[in-house]
């Protein structure tokens, strides 16, 4: 890269709003890379004096002012194979390299502990795992090694090899495997106390260009690795990332993907530091032949990446890379971390450049004023406060290694301890008869107690989301011609309309909704008869702790919440008796993601269940809960459900679907699973024998067109499996949401829509999806007739306890018994019919117990009768 063409003159105006601390905007950032000159009042200089200024300012209010820090390390190259074909790399070798050389594929166990007892000898704390991309995709001897030695992935070796490392050395591991999907960083994150990824740079010209540095390289597509940079704050995962200068990029360029990361961290406040790498060419490689990045031309990166990222943020700059006499510079530029240094291994991916002693590096870092100390893996805010940071199973080997600054204990050696589930005893904490008190003494507040630091940036969804509002279609429709035109076409054929008209129809109202409603109750009448369709069942919600982050949902609670509980197994099952003594066919479970609870939870609530009840129907675990337990037991999604399915499960609910629309779904759950992944697990459900339910929750920050794209998905996916048996509309319920008390949702949908979106629904799901059924609990009993003489024909459940709508404010109650429940059919003309999880007809049994004077009791007192 050329210095960048800007004026002396614009370079010291530029120079001087950062000594004043102004916001610098991308345009003086770009004309402050080109300061140089490091004589007194030079711009240079003098910019590198406005980033120590930053710097100092940041390590003051974190209570360690003069404090710059390192990790002692080992590095651990798991493989040296990969799928990419970076041009500056030697890092990577290909299966005859390492055959010449007398190496396998991957290192092998015994060589990975052998490298991590090593390090814990020598009083290192981090094992750091660097590894190519996905190398079995690329080399099939990768993959027959993976195969022989019993792992289905590279990730799931490096996943085995963490476990290892952390019981039998006590080494923290910060794992840098590149690329990861959702899925992974959730499979990965109870193994580590920290990951990184290194963006490198947002120039896709080098990535799509041939002759560009990541040409042909998959992994180093910047959309791609910005998408792990989100996912890893979306899933609380401590994340290093950061910068590659000289390998083409302009100027604009650097400062492009400085703010990127800029805006990632400020999303989610996970990235823990940021790394400013200069880069250095390697003989044997495409870039042999292109120059080092020029001393002067990297501390100006430096330091514009401290005046951008602001006085929290850490930034380090490998040490090695860089001359010793010159890591002064680096400070006046305003780093405050060196990143790992290892007095055992070499630098595997600059083996050229040696690391500095470490007392080497003390010296000279006291020489520039400050003081050098240990830290470890993750940073210290993520270690002084490891919720939702820091896996459970992790936490321990993370405190036996910190200090109470957060920092190392300097000569501690770390001792291996059982990478275990936490030591929790099932349950019976909290408040467990929420259920019955939300309708008595209510909540204890409106909100959790971590509502702003949970919650996010409300400001900038606010403006998102009400400008993504005010650019959808809400006319409404009276007599509109195209409305008649699309139930014309409709008549003739309710799923064959396009996306359009069903927008059309969405829209109607007066008359023209009148008739949408009658022509979807028609279908309805055609498919399922006139009978209404309820289900004796019970909701269990295990447990209310939940570490998410759901901007919409009112039900999650911290441990130290006073409306916190999670149930012991003795008290599910003491639940599923009365259910079963009430005349229960059906057990409806759900919880939050508790951290503390293993992901064999869900297999032992199952066994539970089973144990007390063998004939009941076990509908649980949505897909949320799903990755959660495939991710702590290390099972794939078709391997966690089957074993749930062994332990008793029966069927799933579809919940955790929302809009199945990613901006949606960011806005709305921040953490949450993305709309590929929920399909996948669905998908994987149904093929394995778990039927589902499908739903769709609506009328917070979504639009019409949301909705029918929406049910397109849906639609789509029951054509390849018919594992739906319902679809199950669940308004917003907004009175506690967060997303609701910080103005960014509107407050729920209106009556028009409640009834058009029904009967939308029945059209376009017709022939594919028989059953429509709306929530008592969110639409009241007014709200339900309408719907249920607009296309719905099920009343969902009695329920006897229901926790998540009322916490959110729902005023509907908890319970409807079976009388309640004719009672609404009766009243719209209707016979009530009670059916059993998969639409057929419970036992005489069951019939006669629900009825009885002692099935009564149970369902509405919730007592096992004597």
């Not at 100006?300 to 890379?321: E, I, S």
């Not at 470490?358 to 000279?364: K, Y």
């Not at 059309?504 to 109750?521: H, K, N, P, Q, S």
Request: charged fraction near 25%; glycine fraction near 8%.
């Amino acid at each position: 890269m050329t210095d960048a063409p800007f004026s002396e003159s614009a370079v010291r105006r530029a120079v001087v709003r950062a000594e004043r601390g102004a916001t610098l905007d991308a345009v003086e950032a770009e004309t402050l890379l080109a300061a140089r000159g490091l004589g007194a009042g030079d711009p240079l200089d003098r910019l590198l004096t406005a980033a120590t200024r930053v710097r100092d300012a940041g390590l003051a209010s974190s209570g360690r002012p003069g404090v710059v820090t390192y990790s002692r390390k080992v590095f651990i190259p798991l493989t040296h194979l990969c799928r990419d074909r970076c041009h500056y790399c030697t890092f990577v070798t290909t299966p005859g390299r390492l055959r010449a050389e007398g190496n396998a594929p991957f290192l092998s166990p015994d060589a990975v502990l052998d490298v991590a007892r090593a390090g814990a000898a020598l009083g290192c704390k981090e094992a750091l795992f660097t590894l190519g991309d996905r190398p079995e995709d690329r080399w099939p001897v990768a993959a027959q090694w993976l195969e022989e030695h019993g792992y289905d992935s590279t990730l799931g070796y490096l996943r085995a090899m963490a476990v290892r490392v952390l019981e039998e050395t006590g080494l923290l591991p910060h794992l840098n495997p590149g690329v990861l999907s959702w899925e992974e960083v959730q499979r990965l994150k109870p193994v580590s106390a920290s990951m990184g990824m290194m963006l490198e740079t947002t120039a896709r010209r080098l990535f799509t260009e041939p002759g560009g540095p990541h040409f042909g390289s998959p992994d180093k597509d910047p959309a791609v690795r910005l998408r792990v940079l989100e996912d890893a704050g979306r899933s609380a995962v401590p994340f290093t990332t950061g910068v590659l200068l000289g390998i083409g990029e302009t100027p604009a360029e650097r400062v492009d993907a400085v703010l990127q990361i800029r805006a990632s961290a400020q999303r989610h406040g996970h990235v823990q530091e940021t790394i400013v790498q200069n880069f250095r060419a390697k003989r044997r490689t495409a870039m042999a032949a292109t120059e080092d990045l020029a001393l002067q031309e990297y501390v100006a990166a430096v330091a514009v990446t401290r005046l951008l990222l602001g006085p929290k943020h850490r930034v380090q700059a490998p040490p090695n890379l860089t001359d010793p006499a010159e890591l002064g510079l680096l400070l006046r530029a305003g780093v405050d971390d060196w990143g790992g240094v290892s007095p055992l291994t070499p630098d595997h991916v600059n083996p050229e450049r040696p690391w500095p002693h470490i007392d080497t590096l003390t010296a000279l870092t006291a020489e520039a004023g400050f003081t050098l100390r240990e830290r470890l893996a993750a940073q210290p805010p993520y270690v002084g406060s490891p919720e939702p940071w820091l896996d459970p199973r992790v936490r321990p080997h993370v405190a036996a290694l910190a200090g109470p600054d957060g920092l190392a204990v300097e000569g501690r050696l770390p001792v291996g301890l059982p990478w275990q589930e936490p030591d929790q005893a099932w349950g019976g904490t909290g408040r467990v008869d929420l259920h019955t008190e939300i309708d008595t003494t209510g909540r204890t507040q409106d909100r959790r107690s971590d509502f702003d630091a949970v919650y996010g940036d409300w400001a900038e969804l606010r403006d998102r989301t009400t400008a993504a509002r005010d650019g959808s279609s809400s006319a409404l429709r009276v007599g509109d011609p195209a409305v008649h035109a699309a139930l014309g076409r409709a008549e003739l054929d309710p799923a064959g309309l396009t996306d359009a008209e069903y927008l059309t129809l969405l829209g109607a109202d007066g008359d023209d909704l009148e008739a949408l409603a009658a022509l979807a109750d028609a279908v309805r009448r055609d498919v399922n008869g006139d009978d209404v369709t309820y289900v004796v069942n019970r909701n269990i919600n295990f447990t209310n702790v939940c570490y998410t982050g759901c901007r919409f949902c009112a039900f999650a609670q911290r441990r130290t919440d006073a409306d916190a509980y999670t149930l012991s197994l003795e008290q599910v099952g003491d639940r599923v008796d009365v259910a079963w003594a009430g005349g229960a066919t059906e057990i409806c479970m759900q919880g939050g993601i508790h951290p503390d609870l293993p992901g064999t939870a869900y297999l032992d609530l199952a066994r539970e269940v089973k144990r007390r009840q063998p004939d009941i129907h076990l509908h649980a675990f949505s897909p949320m809960e799903i990755v959660n337990g495939a991710a702590r037991t290390g099972l794939s999604f078709r391997e966690f459900l089957l074993a749930a399915k062994e332990a008793g499960l029966d069927s799933i609910p579809g919940t955790a679907a929302e809009i199945l629309d990613d901006e949606v779904r960011w806005v709305l759950t921040k953490g949450k699973l993305p709309s590929a992944t929920w399909l996948e697990i669905v998908e994987t459900a149904h093929t394995v024998g778990l039927p589902s339910t499908s739903t769709m929750m609506y009328g917070h920050v979504d639009t019409p067109a949301h909705w029918v794209a929406h049910l397109r998905t849906l639609a789509a996916l029951q054509d390849r499996t018919g594992g739906f048996q319902e679809f199950v509309l669940l308004p917003f319920v907004h009175h506690n949401s967060p997303i609701y008390l910080a103005g960014v949702a509107r407050p729920g949908p209106t009556m028009r829509e409640n009834r058009a979106l029904h009967a939308v629904a029945r059209l376009l799901l017709h022939g594919r999806i028989d059953n429509v059924q709306t929530s008592w609990v969110k639409l009241a009993e007014a709200g339900t007739h309408a719907v249920l003489r607009g296309g719905a024909n099920d009343l969902g459940g009695t329920l006897m306890e229901e926790t998540i709508s009322r916490m959110a404010g729902s005023e509907n109650g908890s319970l409807k018994t079976i009388a309640e429940l004719e009672a609404m059919a009766a009243a719209i003309g209707r016979p009530a019919r009670q059916r059993t999880t998969d639409y057929g007809t419970p036992t005489a049994e069951r019939l006669a117990t629900a009825r009885s004077d002692a099935g009564r009791r149970a369902l509405t007192l919730q007592i096992t009768p004597a």
